[in-house]
């Protein structure tokens, strides 16, 4: 008997035990459209962090934060901790620090929710975010604690429509703020706030003005060149451990992020991606191969008389344990094949959804395609060699 | 065409004494004989059946089809052997679900590598009769008719024996009667035939008669078999 007699008598069964074909089917499918989905995803989403990363954290930069305790967000950091830093380093070119609100800005009738952030003037240099239009922060602003607002483009957008937003007045609480200029476009930041949606005020406004406290919530280092990076944050940490008064063998209570370390969270992060979730589509496809040579099984038993009827007719016992080999092969061929089309079609929603480029890794495919195959042969061997073993005058009894 | 010396077979079960299903059968059937075989329930004709149509292996005796010694061929041999040479029918039809009239008729064919598969197989059916029920499925068809295409299945191979066990046990009379009819027509165009039954009519209608009797085959009926009335 020819492989091809074979192949169409696999498919036509199928077709015919549609309900079982479908249940043997299901495990494949899902595990290797998980498996291509994840491989994607996660190869997408490490170009496009590792991207963002870039834009907001470059090889000289150091960020402080505080974080939180088990009493909410800390309120340790202070300017003073900043300036005691800066006086122990002085590759430290400049730094900024930021301390955020949620307040409603309000233009005439307009009024919108938005996250203003306060920042020094050094925020340009650090942040290397300049402006459109009008004027960055600048130190009279700092030092007089001015009530001057920098828009983020969309902010105006949603604010002033087509009007010009330049030295017109917005409101934040009731509180009148000049608009001195638009903050250059961004994007979304890796913590996935939009960056183009945001006020930025001068520190000191934001301190006494907004928030009445005296500590920040975070502060970006901008280290004169790449190579003092690491030696510098190890300084910067026994500084803040001095200045917070710190003992040893106490926890600090603010953390420090480094390229070193920011590299190694991605890599860790992406660990989860690249190791866990294929493991977790194996732990599928192998859940599937138990599930289809089960029901494979079942077809076996159910078809006892076609088995020895096949035999009856000539079949020889090698035809009939390929016959089945062949029927469990082409299940999990499609079903792969389904699984990979069903897999991309939720990875283009998925990049559609959070807007990063997504392309299909093609060893995702083949490896699912791979998986599929070898899902079926394991799962077809033991049943067909059991319906191959089967004696014809017993199964036609 | 088929020489039988001394078939012995006999099940064995853990706990209970040897059951000899067949003792020592000895059987001659020459081409072109249309042969009943007819006997108690129990009393080993499916045994021996099994046996001619090399889906059993005798425990001893000597097996003799066309000629050639049967009896110790490897498993791949067999299997080409019943393919080309034999054609069964069964009482329960044993046709694949699901599956055209033409497909199931397409089957030993499939396995025999030949080629116009599905002309031979139009042409089985239309030998029985069925040329309008082609594309019916066994669960669309009548019992009677069902068995038709089994004996197209049988017959598409061309085989020189058909052997059939009790292909009238499921029909109605009239069914039956068609079937019959069918049977010894295809004798008349010189197919050698053995059929199994526990109508006494029918096997009436049978160039010869055997009858099995607790494993022993004799040549006459040892008395009318009570068949249905
Ligand atoms: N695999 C087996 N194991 C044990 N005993 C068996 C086996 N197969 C058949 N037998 C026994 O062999 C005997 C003959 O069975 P067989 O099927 O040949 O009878 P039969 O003449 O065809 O009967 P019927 O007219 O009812 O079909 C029976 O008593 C049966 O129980
Ligand atoms: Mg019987």
Redesign the interface.
Known sequence: ??NG?VMA?SI?MMW??KLRTFLMSIGVVVGVAVLVVIRSYGAGMEANIMNKMKQFFDATNIMVTTGFSADGPRTTLKLEDLEAVQAACPEIEAWDPSLMRRKTAQYRSEYHPVLVRGHSEHAELVWERGVTGGRSLDASDVKASARVALLGYKTADILFGDDDPLDQSIQLDGVPYRVIGILEPKGSDPHGEDRDDEIHVPISTMMRRIANVDYINFAKLRVTEAKYVEDVAERVEAVLRQQHALADGEDNDFSLFTPMLIKKMVARANKVFSLYLPLVAAIALLVAAIVIANIMLMAVKERI??I????????????VSRQFLMEAFMVTLVSGLAGIVLGLGVLAVISARVDVPMPVSATAVGLGLAAAVVVGILAGIWPSRHAARMD??AA?R | MIECRGICKSYERPGEPRLDVLKSVDLNIEPGEFTAVVGPSGSGKSTLMNILGLLDRPDSGNYLLGGEPVSNLPHARLASLRNKKIGFVFQQFHLLPRTTALENVELPLVYADTDNISDRAAQALCRVGLQDRMTHTPAELSGGQQQRVAIARALVNDPEIILADEPTGNLDRESGAGIMALFQELNESGRTIIFITHDAALAARAGRVLTMNEGILAEEPAQPVGGVA
């Not at chain 1, 020895?308 to 035809?319: F, H, N, P």
């Open positions: 008997m020819k007699k008598g036509r015919r035990y008389p076609e020895g009827l096949r035999k009856a007719v000539g079949a020889t016992d090698g035809q014809p005058v036609l």
